[in-house]
């Protein structure tokens, strides 16, 4: 853990056995989740570095984020399932499998009323977080696997990166492809995607190395980073 002003290192937390694949801080206060290829989910407390709960899967947890509550986790795995926690008491809530590969990434939106997965089979399933009915299944035009995904501030609109490098993004509301960014295959696949506050700005990161920034409304290339 850094001091974001100055970058000086606040804390190291030792546990994992192998790679993290995800962390995410708490919404509300100084927890994070980590997710690791040794198979386990932990919570953290990032002021005194201890570890809190550690949820040990079967299969490789890819993803992980809190709803914006803070009250639950979720998590995305190597078998397609996605599964809820209570970060209080890291108690199981729920799991349920609706992808046919592994699910790469994993966001409530902002209100907490969906989560949205992505995944190696090519789509994303957008579902409602209460009942895990599934609202809308976003496909890319080939089976691409979807390593990123981000809600927009307003939580109309949902963008995604995948194994092509097009960066696209769907209206949530009917489950159409609203635009897309991009040349498929030119700078690598995308593994990172960010909404800015305004929601006007989408930063993506790829895998030749560079960070892009792209102006939702025109289409345009802002910054190459």
């Not at 789509?123 to 609202?135: A, F, G, K, Q």
């Not at 092509?164 to 492809?177: A, F, K, S």
């Amino acid at each position: 853990i850094y001091d974001s002003t100055t970058l000086e290192k606040l804390q190291t937390l030792v546990g994992h056995e192998l790679g993290i694949t995800s962390v995410i801080w708490h919404p509300l206060d100084d927890r994070i989740a980590s997710a690791s290829l040794d198979k386990t989910l932990r919570i953290w407390d990032g002021a005194t570095a201890e570890s809190q709960h550690t949820l040990g899967e079967k299969v490789f947890t890819g993803s992980v984020d809190f709803n914006p509550t803070g009250r639950e986790i979720a998590a995305g795995h190597r078998d397609g399932t996605v599964t809820i926690w209570k970060a209080k008491t890291g108690e199981p809530v729920r799991t349920t499998k609706k992808h046919k590969g592994q699910v790469d990434s994993i966001a409530w939106n902002k209100n907490g009323s969906s989560i949205a997965s992505g995944s190696s089979d090519g789509t994303v399933r957008i579902m409602n977080s209460e009942t895990w009915e599934v609202l809308h299944i976003l496909k890319n035009p080939v089976e691409w696997p979807v390593f990123s995904l981000d809600w927009s501030p307003n939580d109309l609109h949902l963008a995604t990166g995948s194994f092509d490098g097009v960066l696209r993004i769907w209206n949530v509301q009917d489950g159409t492809l609203w635009k897309h960014f991009g040349t498929p295959h030119r700078n690598g696949q995308i593994g990172a995607v960010a909404w800015n506050p305004k929601g006007t700005l989408l930063v993506a990161g790829y895998g030749n190395g560079d960070l892009c920034t792209w102006d939702v409304i025109t289409g345009e290339k802002d910054q190459i980073l």
